[in-house]
């Protein structure tokens, strides 16, 4: 998804967001530049934390139905997750 604020949604004199990644461009709400750059900015933040989430997931141990498999030896420590976010974010 690629979302932009676009003037003039469909010749008309309204504006909004819109996913300019299909053709046509997908209208996702009318709004005034402002709260457009909010809202991308929220979407933008979002698909950080997604993305971090499912980095971060990859630590951890497949659970079987009673929980953790506790046998498993784990080859990651904190710090590695740690610099798993603080490269998501741009510290590193």
């Not at 819109?18 to 929220?42: F, R, T, W, Y």
């Not at 079987?64 to 080859?75: H, I, P, Q, V, W």
């Amino acid at each position: 998804m690629t979302l932009e604020f676009v003037t003039r949604l469909n010749g008309t004199e309204s504006s909004g967001i819109a996913d300019v990644s299909q053709i046509p461009p997908m209208i996702i709400c009318l709004c005034g530049e402002e709260n457009a750059k909010k809202i991308i900015s929220a979407f933008i933040k979002s698909d950080k934390w997604d993305k971090l989430d499912k980095e971060i997931s990859h630590y951890y141990l497949e659970e079987d139905d009673e929980g953790y498999d506790e046998d498993e030896e784990m080859d990651y420590n904190l710090c590695d997750i740690g610099e798993t976010a603080a490269q998501a974010f741009g510290y590193l």
